[in-house]
């Protein structure tokens, strides 16, 4: 079937740097989305993949690698409100939209 | 400009019953899609409408149902609740499909009880 991967959890430093990755098993699909969301908030939209290599927003770059199943969100100089879960999603062609599990990132002072 | 609204934002109902919720999406966004969110599993994709067409559907039974209206605002219905429907409920719009990048609201938190 199709499914996304995400570690469950992810801690890390304040002002640090973190990589949540995505492996997904679907093929054909339109692009790599990322989301995230705080506790009782809704999730919002990060950054979209549509073609292989770096996206860089801010603090937040993504990278999609086609060829090897994998992209993943850079969050770097950590601050306390980047605590949150962040999901990656692919809408596989003509399927429908896929979210991973998500990722809780906890961030230590 | 107003985001994408979501109504009732909190409801509790018994086995059995019914619930529609609704979702406002933002003006000028004609695709609307429908989420169910719950710890184990995530986010996990009920519908899409797309000027008042489903353009999908995902794996939920009948009893989960849903439409689109003239003015890009929908409504999702769940039918003969059971405890496994407890969830958020969320709702995107966005321009043109879930290519893309897509405004969530707020969701409306649904206990069965």
């Known amino acids: 079937g199709q499914s996304l991967e995400q570690p469950s959890e992810v801690t890390a430093v304040e002002g640090a740097i973190v990589q949540i990755n995505c492996t997904y098993q679907t093929s054909g699909f339109y692009g790599l989305s990322w989301y995230q969301q705080h506790d009782g908030g809704a999730p919002t939209f990060l950054s979209y993949n549509g073609l292989d290599g770096l996206e860089e927003t801010g603090r937040f770059s993504s990278f999609l690698s086609r060829s090897d199943s994998y992209g993943y969100l850079l969050l770097q100089e950590l601050q306390m409100k980047d605590s949150a879960s962040y999901f990656c999603a692919v809408r596989p062609r003509d399927d429908k939209i896929i979210f991973g599990k998500g990722t809780r990132l906890h961030i230590l002072p | 400009k107003a985001g994408v609204t979501q109504t009732p934002r909190y409801l509790i109902k018994t086995r059995g019953q019914q619930v529609t919720l609704s979702c406002s999406p933002i003006s000028g966004h004609r695709s609307v899609s429908w989420y169910q969110q719950t710890p184990g599993q995530g986010l996990q994709f009920l519908f899409e409408?797309?000027?008042?067409?489903?353009?999908n559907k995902g794996n939920f039974p009948g009893r989960f149902s849903g439409r689109q209206f003239s003015n890009s605002r929908s409504e999702m219905n769940v039918s003969t609740l059971e405890l496994g429907d407890s969830a958020l409920y969320l709702c995107?719009?966005?321009?043109?499909?879930?290519?893309?990048?897509?405004?969530f609201g707020e969701g409306s938190r649904l206990t069965v009880l």
């Open positions: 995107a719009s966005s321009k043109m499909g879930i290519t893309g990048e897509l405004f």
């Open positions: 409408y797309f000027s008042e067409t489903q353009r």
